[in-house]
């Protein structure tokens, strides 16, 4: 695929996973984060930049060809900086004439009572799934009014080399290691979804190549069948050779120590996703891109080895 490609986000799991395959695959890549500072793979451009500057979003975008948002920030500045972030990517790929590729979440569902699934309506809960949801509209709007080509790419809550602030993330894996007891949100024996970040990375890059009529639409990254939560710390203490010891964070727990603390707070209203059965559907990847997703036991074992070489 000729043409450069533009990651806003890069110094995130996602944006790292992605500027190492599209670096190893010999493209032009160019890596935008606030900062300017990245361990990016040799060859990789880095740019400081933020992308709710439409000034910096347009500049740091010309000449691309596919320009991705693998952007994260802390819950309790969603709803200010979001809206901006999505303006700035919207222009950042009309102005190059790019397509815009984004990293999604699975929020914009609301609570549900059956697998996610694409074609479901987007929800109007709460505040965080509420705005995602809105972000989602704005940018499929965008494209329908043919502004930029627009795809939106969901994984569910995910995992893998690099990934700390996330429920499988330092508080099962770093904690484990460490001999303390894993942390779970709400309850230990219902089914959850999790996606393995180099999955979501490969998934990324093959709508970043796929036909225009992959464009206008969300898509869900294939992701290995559920466990409950119990099994897969169970998995992680296995492969660490430790107690899987667990400690549950039930919802009231969340909203006690939410009254002090912005973070728990924010996390509150998402508590219904750990409470029932969180199943992520497929199904509509599968059918048309590819669905060998990388088995949990082996990306449970590469994020085991990132965290022991990250501790030493
Ligand atoms: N956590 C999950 O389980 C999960 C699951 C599915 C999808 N997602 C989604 O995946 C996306 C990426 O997540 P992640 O964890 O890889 O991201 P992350 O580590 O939270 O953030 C990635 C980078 O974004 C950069 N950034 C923040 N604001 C910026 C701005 N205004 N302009 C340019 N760069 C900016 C930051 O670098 P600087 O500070 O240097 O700018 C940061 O290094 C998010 O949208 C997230 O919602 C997350």
């Known amino acids: 695929m000729a043409g450069r490609h533009v990651i806003f986000g890069c110094n995130g799991p996602v944006g790292m996973n992605l500027m190492e395959r599209l670096a190893a695959a010999g493209e032009e890549v160019v890596g935008v984060c606030r900062s300017g500072k990245s361990a990016a793979p040799a060859g990789v451009r880095i740019e400081a930049g933020d992308v709710r500057n439409l000034q910096d979003a347009r500049r740091i975008a010309k000449g691309a060809k596919v320009v991705y948002c693998c952007i994260g920030i802390p819950y309790d500045t969603w709803q200010d900086q979001w809206p901006a972030i999505v303006d700035g990517l919207l222009a950042a790929a009309e102005s190059a004439g790019a397509r815009l590729v984004f990293a999604d979440n699975v929020y914009c569902y609301g609570p549900q009572q059956r697998p996610l699934k694409e074609d479901m309506p987007l929800t109007d809960y709460g505040r965080k799934p509420a705005l995602r949801a809105r972000m989602v509209r704005t940018m499929l709007n965008a494209h329908a009014q043919d502004r930029a080509p627009v795809v939106v790419v969901r994984a569910s809550d995910f995992y893998g080399p690099r990934v700390t602030n996330a429920a499988l993330g330092e508080i099962v894996f770093g904690r484990l290691l460490a001999g303390k007891s894993a942390q779970i949100l709400g309850k230990a024996d219902i089914l959850h979804t999790f996606a393995y970040v180099p999955d979501l990375g490969r998934a990324l890059v093959t709508l970043a190549n796929a036909a225009d009529d992959a464009y206008g639409r969300a898509w869900h990254v294939p992701s290995a069948p559920a466990l409950t939560q ?15 010891k667990i400690q549950t964070l039930p919802a009231f727990a969340v909203r006690m120590v939410g009254l002090v603390n912005p973070i728990l707070r924010e996390l509150y209203e998402l508590m219904y996703q750990w409470q029932r059965p969180f199943l992520v559907d497929h199904s509509d990847f599968a059918a048309r891109f590819w669905s060998d997703f990388t088995p949990l036991d082996e990306g449970l074992r590469a994020t085991a080895e990132w965290y022991r070489k990250r501790s030493g």
């Open 230 to 244: 119990r099994e897969v710390v169970e998995r992680v203490a296995s492969i660490l050779g430790v107690r899987p």
